[in-house]
Every structure is written in structure tokens, then in C-alpha cells.
């Protein structure tokens, strides 16, 4: 690794104001990136297994929802002063103020994860849980499964389990409204 000399303690994370005017200058130009914890972290390439499973829940969602809550693919969360993620859908209590910020927590949030495996499970669960997103679901695509993060206490989960392939999972504050597993998963 390239910091391996460096102490964590040397490292001045980057707010999220630095981080726009980064984009603002041209210093980020072109590039998938998002703030996690103050750093600028690259966001894998999207291929097309993983498009068709956020575009699939993306649009059961917004059909099982409809105006009740905003169902954001790929946008901005700010959750705090140093970390901005984007996950793949964030499901966010509805507004409809065309000059509203970015939303700091989600109901929940769902990242789909072909590359991302290891930051999508073990960096942004801690990210979601001090923010207090209800539930976020990692669809692991290259296992099959997935996996489910409740309960945020403490800026941690305190429930972690894998989704049996006969279930359904209800979207948090809406227990009406719940996808299967078989559907979040993409046949092959």
C-alpha cells in the first residue's frame, strides 16, 4: 500500500465541503468517486449485471412505493461532516423541495456488490449505522445472497444475516412494501 509508513494519525481527512470544491476546480473531473471518512475513494466500474439489479430495484420500488418515499438510485447521502457515499438505491422519507440538500440518513440503503464486497461490508456498514439508516442490504452478486444489516446502535448493527432465498424482505417504515430475495437477485 502506498501509506504504509504513514501513521492513521497523519492523515487530515477532507470535509465535505473540500471535497466539492475539489469538483469545483476540476481537481475530480470524470472520475467515480465518493467520501468515505474523509478520503476520496474510487467506485468500481458498473457492469451490466449489476445495472440490471439496481435498475429491477429501482423500479419495484418506486412501483410499490409510489410518492410515499423517494426511491434515489445512485445519488449523494450526506451522512456527516466526512463522508458522502453513494450507494446504489437509498429509500428516503418523501420531499418534494426541488432545493433540498442531500438527505443525512436513509430508511434504507442497498449497495450491489460485484467488486466491492469488502467496503461495501466491512467500511460503509459503520458509515450507515452512525447515520442512522434503519436497514441496508448488500447484494452480494457474486455469492448469490443477501445480506442484511438492522438495528443501528452505536454506529454498528447489531443484527447481520444473510437472507434465505424464500424470503422477503420488507423495506423499513413501509411493511407493506417488500421485495423477495428472488427478485433482488438476478437470475443468471
Not at 456498514?125 to 452478486?141: H, S
Request: proline residues 7%; hydrophobic residues 40%.
Amino acid at each position: 500500500m502506498f501509506m504504509s509508513n504513514v501513521e492513521i494519525d497523519q492523515i487530515r481527512p477532507l470535509s465535505r465541503d473540500e471535497y466539492y470544491q475539489m469538483f469545483d476546480a476540476g481537481i475530480i473531473e470524470g472520475e467515480r468517486v465518493e467520501l468515505l471518512r474523509g478520503l476520496v475513494v474510487t467506485m468500481s466500474p458498473q457492469s451490466s449485471r449489476h445495472m440490471n439489479a439496481v435498475v429491477r430495484m429501482t423500479r419495484a420500488l418506486i412501483l410499490r412505493l409510489g410518492d410515499r418515499a423517494d426511491v434515489r438510485p445512485q445519488g449523494p447521502i450526506a451522512v456527516s461532516e466526512h463522508s458522502e457515499p453513494e450507494p446504489d438505491i437509498a429509500v428516503t422519507p418523501h420531499n418534494d423541495d426541488p432545493d433540498a440538500e442531500h438527505p443525512s440518513t436513509a430508511l434504507l440503503v442497498i449497495e450491489v456488490s460485484v467488486s466491492s464486497l469488502r467496503k461495501d461490508t466491512q467500511v460503509k456498514p459503520a458509515i450507515y449505522a452512525e447515520a442512522g439508516v434503519d436497514e441496508y442490504w448488500v447484494v452480494d452478486l457474486e455469492n448469490d445472497r443477501v445480506l442484511v444489516y438492522a438495528e443501528p446502535v452505536d454506529g454498528r448493527y447489531r443484527s447481520e444475516r444473510v437472507a434465505t432465498v424464500d424470503e422477503r424482505l420488507a423495506v423499513p417504515g413501509y411493511p407493506d412494501v417488500s421485495l423477495a430475495v428472488t427478485e433482488i437477485l438476478p437470475t443468471r
